[in-house]
Nanobody, 128 residues
Framework: QVQLVESGGGLVQDGGSLRLSCAAS????????MGWFRQAPGKEREYVAH????????NYAESVKGRFTISRDNAKNTVYLQMNSLKPEDAAVYYC?????????????????????WGQGTQVTVSS
């Protein structure tokens, strides 16, 4: 079992940047595919990005493609989400998640129910 703790959220101006971290304990992250999701008030949890177990493949929601980058540091057992050119519509609670499942379709990694472990979330606020 793995425990996930997100950090790095905060208040940033429109066009600014933040880097979210998801630190893992209990198991090495290389045992899991990792995803980032977000949830704004009154909305469903939304897929942002994922990194497959090997770390060789990534995928992004269209809304963040070209602005966000997911990465993993095996030595630190941490996954990151670098967010650039932030927009007010990016404001949400951001969650990292881990899944032991392996999917051939990238779209399957976008389904929150397929993830086994979740962090507590970190708030991102973007002022216009």
């Amino acid at each position: 079992q793995v425990q996930l703790v997100e950090s790095g959220g905060g208040l940033v101006q429109d066009g600014g940047s933040l880097r979210l971290s998801c630190a893992a304990s209990g198991r090495t992250l290389s045992s899991y595919a990792m995803g980032w999701f977000r949830q704004a008030p009154g909305k469903e949890r939304e897929y942002v990005a994922h990194l497959n177990r090997s770390g060789g493949n990534t995928n992004y929601a269209e809304s963040v493609k070209g602005r966000f980058t997911i990465s993993r540091d095996n030595a630190k057992n941490t996954v990151y989400l670098q967010m650039n050119s932030l927009k007010p519509e990016d404001a949400a609670v951001y969650y990292c998640a881990a899944t032991v499942n392996v999917f051939y379709s990238a779209s399957s990694y976008a389904i929150p129910g397929y993830y086994n472990y979740w962090g507590q979330g970190t708030q991102v606020t973007v002022s216009s």
